[in-house]
């Protein structure tokens, strides 16, 4: 049984935007080691023989008209958050990577 | 009048002899009353509520727009999303969240006349089989309340097995609908995939989500079925097909039926008590004409992982637009926006949420997505076909819909491979999109347990047709427990 | 040591689409922040992305434009990154089954050679909003009215070799996405902009240099100098025996240099998979055959064809050819026109041109139309009025004076072509000039044009002046003898 490094968890938690306390290190650790594990068990079992499947069905594909139906109260959506103001969404200062 | 039918308490409405503010009074007392200790639901809007009865009264008077539904009192797991009320999703990150819009679903029962009572408790984000993992605290077991109603609908189950509500939304993704309600002793459906529109249901895991309804009989499921299937344009996963009649045939005979038990079902783990369910409901189907057959579904085993590979993949996805932006909760004070990504999400999501996200993550990073990923959907095909090899030989699938009765709150919450072990007959369904009702069908030390009837796509009226015949010859639909009679 | 330079490009096109790629809401440019931005272009939970018909239309529509495989059944994947004007944490675009494959596009080169450059795929995706750095009380501010509006990206295979390819190419695919009218090829307002992958390695090596990305360059001026630089940069840097970085750069038009965004060692693994909100696009032979009906004379075609039908110079093919308006009004103007096709064209490129530039008008809005300006070109061929004429008679035509025949008899504007009043005007211009014909006597003949301006003078210009010319030759040569 292959074991998850510590670098790998640390690195998905980066890459899902998720700090990690000790206590939740432990726990999730062992979360994608049972994860791996049942990848693992599905590898041993797999058929590649067969096509995949995405999707319970796959009927024609839906589209619409190129038709505008406007919003007419967006201050509806500006309302979802405090940190709207001025007419733009604010977010913390991006810190640029230097050239 | 709790203890009614919503087809009685609807033709109570049509003869006037109860109104629908009657009705919702009756209700919101119940709520009142019950939800302190059940912790079913999450919202309540009394005044709201009174002002959609008297709407309905008025409908009804006028004989404008009245449909059957017409006054009948709903909750909506707080899943689905609802114009100006609280739509938390169970979860601190959008326990401020108030949409904008209504969700299909929402609107379609809105306009059928349907009486919006308040928004029911859930596992966050639909992740869980206890409902212990709700930012809003754990839901109780009506029947018992140290005993988890099941999840994740577990606030619809466990109001509409208490009868503080006729009947209630569900989402079912693994087993979220059939599993709560088999362990409350109700009627739960989880329709073919596609069926209902997912528009404005926030999603977990897109392609195994679907929406579904639990009430106390399958005649009251058929009735509401109608007015919720439908083709819905603002969702390209919904199907373009006419729907029909689904209380047309709840009273056709059974005794041309095909039934098919899976020797894999049988073979596994089952409580005694649920087995012996199992036994006296194949009996009673015995004795109203019904041909049995041993069936095989040889890949069930690999259900489970296929299950969690693809709903984590698709749930750390779909969970990606929660960053504190745009709505939702945001941290206090981020440094930067690291800091304001990092903290909001953390502090944000629970720990069975981050838990799937991490693992979906970690299924979908760059080295593991040729391997995993694709290899899933491999296998999801060959369960898919499993199925489509059963419903040559046999009509419908029966089974135990869930391997055990409620178990003790907190007793599986440290161990989530087991807790996910619950789901193990529930979710094939929704890898192959194919709909499951699960009906009351016995007792074990005065927990509920449920069994599971599966068809093919699109046979849901046949589903209800069975499930009705079974409740005409069993009562175990009708009780209710003790302390809410 | 000689240097080969390797380019390939990446466009993303701007769909001119009404609405967005996955929403019903508007496209349209220059509202205010985030009043064009619907519930699912910002990503509120339970929105469902349903795909715009019209999109898909235009991109088979250009597929078929560069004779590419149009995928029958092609799909949108999520691709994931974190930035705040991303709102649901992933774009969707398309991944490893692109709707648009292995198409070539023609461009002519300076030396009067064609070559096709291929293009490796053409996907469709949605855009992302805005991200305004400063300003607001040292916070960053996001405008997500772009948030969702249809791109089609075309990638090139890595196959040009210079600035003036590179650009050759660009304007190519300029012409050609206008012509299609799927984009409308403002490159300020970003309907048309540019990442350019550049590659050094020694004349002869076979396998290819690292390649640095320059990303969204918004003039076709950038690509070339933003190309001139990272070429001399990755030259300088070999020279001194460092490695050249695959990295993202880029390029600041003030200072003409590029700098590094991010490396390829921080590059987020974008877990590229199928979007499960959306079913494989399928496009059916009867909607390619629909859209191949559409098609219009490529420009490259009709570019050809003006050459040899309307035997025109390459120069002024290209020119009337640009936009499919031009050549359109060109050849309307030639169904109501005695003249020959040159006279029409440098017409239309000379004076038509001029006074749209002038005016900040498009052809579409000439306030001359083709057939007017055929009927004034009709009576400068048949010599009613003189070249200087015809000028006063387009710009009455231009202010709305009416048609030009009219223009002419009201103002008596035809050339006078009558030999004995000619002949009058001549005598007495010579019967005061005594000083002028003595010069001329004496050898200026530069005084031959001052005669024939004081005659244009007296006649108000509506002298033939070849007619002129021919009589003050005669007259003269009779003073002589």
Known sequence: MTEIKETTVRKIAHAARINLSDEEFHSYSEALQNMFNLAEQLEREDSLGISQMAHPFEPASLTRDDVVHPEKDVDKFHRLTPYFSQGFYEVPAIIEEPS | MHKKSIVELSASLAKAEISSVELTQHYLKRIKQYNKNLNAFITVIEEQAMQQARLADQRRAKQEYVTPLTGIPIAHKDIFSTKDVLTSCGSRMLSNYIPPYNASIVEKLQDAGMVLLGKTNMDEFAMGSSNENSYYGSVRNPWNPDYVPGGSSGGSAAAVASRIIPCATGTDTGGSIRQPASLCGITGLKPTYGRLSRHGMIAYASSLDSGGILTGNAEDTALLFNYLACFDPKDSTSIQQPTPDYTAKLNQPLDKLRIGIPTEYLAHDLNPDVLNALEQAKSIFLSMGVTFKSISLPHTHLAIPVYYLVSCAECASNLARYDGVRYGYRCKHPKDLTDLYFRSRSEGFGSEVKRRILAGTYTLSGSSYDTHYRRVKRMRHVISNDYQNAFKEVDVILGPTAPTPAFRLGEKLKDPITMYLSDIFTVSNNLAGVPGISIPAGFSSNLPIGIQITGNHFTEAKLLNIAHQFQQQTDWHKRIPEQFA | ?481
Request: with cysteine; charged share 25%; hydrophobic share 35%.
């Open chain 3, 1 to 481: 040591m000689a240097w080969e330079t390797t380019i390939g490009l990446e466009v993303h096109i701007q769909l001119k689409t009404n609405s967005k790629l996955f929403s019903t809401a508007s496209t349209v440019y220059g509202a205010d922040p985030n009043t064009q931005a619907c519930s699912l272009d910002l990503g509120l939970p339970g929105l469902l992305p349903v795909a715009n018909q019209k999109a898909i239309d235009m991109a088979v529509r250009f597929g078929l434009s560069v004779a590419a495989n149009i995928d029958q059944c092609s799909f949108f994947s999520r691709k994931h990154y974190w930035y705040p004007d991303l709102p649901k944490g992933y774009q969707i675009t398309q991944h490893s089954r692109p709707i648009i494959k292995n198409g070539q596009l023609p461009i002519s080169l300076s030396n009067g050679e064609t070559r096709f450059i291929n293009i490796e795929r053409a996907h469709l995706e949605e855009d992302a909003g805005k991200l305004l750095h400063h300003g607001f009380h040292g916070n960053a501010a996001v405008d997500f009215n772009r948030a969702g509006t249809a791109l089609l990206e075309i990638v090139s295979a890595p196959e040009l070799h210079s600035p003036e390819e590179a650009v050759a190419y660009l304007k190519t695919l300029h012409r050609l996405v206008r012509y299609l009218d799927i984009c409308d090829g403002n490159m300020q307002e970003g309907s048309f902009r540019c990442d350019v992958n550049v590659s050094i390695r020694p004349t002869g090596q076979t396998e290819l240099g690292t390649r640095t990305e320059t990303k969204n360059l918004n003039s076709f001026r950038f690509v070339e100098r933003a190309i001139i630089y990272e070429v001399q940069r990755q030259i300088a840097l070999t020279k001194q025996n460092e490695p050249i970085h695959q990295e993202t750069r880029l390029f600041n038009p003030d200072t003409g240099k590029t700098y590094t965004l991010r490396s390829k060692e921080d590059a987020e693994d974008y877990a590229y998979f199928p979007d499960p909100d959306l079913l494989p696009i399928t496009i059916t032979d009867s909607s390619i055959a629909q859209e191949k009906e559409k098609l219009p004379e490529l420009p490259w075609v009709k570019q050809a064809r003006f050459i040899k039908d309307h035997h025109l110079n390459p120069d002024d093919a290209q020119i009337l050819t640009a936009q499919r308006a031009t050549a359109d009004y060109f050849e309307e103007t030639l169904q109501y026109c005695q003249a020959d096709e040159q006279l029409v064209a440098h017409w239309i490129i000379g004076e038509l041109f001029a006074a749209l530039h002038k005016a900040h008008l498009s052809i579409n809005n000439s306030p001359i139309n083709p057939q007017q300006l055929a009927k004034l070109l009709n009576r400068l061929h048949d010599t009613t009025i003189s070249n200087k004429i015809a000028k006063i008679v387009f710009e009455a035509v231009w202010n709305g004076k009416g048609d030009p025949d009219a223009i002419i008899e009201e103002k008596g504007l035809q050339q006078i072509t009558d030999n004995s009043l000619l002949e009058r005007c001549i005598n007495e211009l010579f019967a005061r000039s005594e000083p002028q014909i003595a010069e001329y006597k004496a050898g200026n003949k530069k005084v031959f044009t001052y005669f024939v301006g004081q005659i244009m003078k007296a006649t108000q210009g509506k002298a033939n002046p070849a007619q002129v010319n021919l009589l003050l030759r005669e007259k003269l040569r009779e003073l002589y003898t």
